[in-house]
């Protein structure tokens, strides 16, 4: 997959929600008026060597439908939680604000599918690609070659949970039901993130309320998931059709 931003649709638009080099919403428009815009946020386990550039190829797929783009860039890495959460919110108030119709689909991939889930509003339709639902889990399990602790801390101390009350606010699996329609696509063999975790998601938003389907498939890795050429694409913007259709003209 390319992720050179010239061989995307054309140089974007920059939006700055911020000081920092990070903060900024990489937006495209389509050829027509726009149906809404999509927003792209990419994963990478918290860490700073994974940018935005990593949805790159994404871009005409929502660009070609009628979507106007918005890829956000964030703070991770050693800024930690806070600056991370802080740039998520300002930047879809950002994009909101500037979206006519109202309407966003959210489509984040790994910790974007978190993030996607946690910054969702009533009325978003959210795509969450092999989403990181539950940081205490995959505490324990080590997902992503020890990304959590190595992001949030492992914790030290007399208390015995000292990620209580920051996992309670990041992790979806602790905030369900979920505020948009969802769609959650992930691999059965993702080596990355735990098919086991998805499932378990699902069934606990379900049960709280939730509008949340799931298209699992037998063979997807983890980075195939934001390969548009991936056979999960057609459906998901099916998905997407049925819950925002094209404006007529």
């Known amino acids: 997959m390319t992720t050179s931003a010239a061989s995307v649709v054309g140089p974007p638009r920059i939006l700055r929600t911020g000081p920092h080099d990070d903060?900024?919403?990489e937006c495209w428009d389509p050829a027509t008026p726009p149906r809404g815009t999509a927003v792209l946020i990419h994963g990478g386990y918290w860490r700073s060597r994974f940018t935005a550039a990593l949805m790159h190829p994404l871009v005409p797929e929502f660009t070609a439908r009628g979507?106007?783009?918005a890829n956000l860039e964030y703070r991770r890495g050693a800024d930690g939680w806070a600056a991370l959460h802080h740039d998520l919110g300002a930047a879809l108030d950002a994009v909101r604000a500037a979206e006519p119709s109202g309407r966003l689909a959210i489509v984040g991939h790994s910790v974007g599918g978190q993030l996607a889930l946690l910054g969702a509003r009533p009325g978003d339709a959210v795509v969450a690609l092999a989403p990181v639902t539950d940081l205490a889990r995959g505490l324990d399990e080590g997902i992503g070659d020890g990304a959590v602790a190595e992001f949030f801390g492992s914790g030290s101390g007399a208390d015995p949970d000292p990620h209580r009350e920051v996992f309670a606010a990041a992790s979806p699996r602790e905030r369900v039901p979920p505020a948009g329609d969802v769609l959650v696509v992930h691999g059965a063999d993702d080596a990355r993130v735990p098919i086991a975790h998805t499932r378990a998601y699902v069934e606990a938003a379900r049960a709280a309320g939730g509008a949340v389907e799931l298209l699992e498939l037998p063979r997807l890795s983890h980075l195939d998931a934001i390969d548009p050429a991936?056979?999960?694409?057609p459906r998901m913007?099916?998905?997407l059709d049925r819950r925002?259709?094209?404006?007529p003209a």
Request: hydrophobic share 55%; no cysteine; net charge neutral.
């Open 23 to 25: 903060q900024v919403v």
């Open 67 to 69: 979507w106007s783009v």
């Open 230 to 233: 991936a056979p999960h694409w």
């Open 237 to 239: 913007h099916t998905w």
């Open 244 to 247: 925002m259709p094209p404006l």
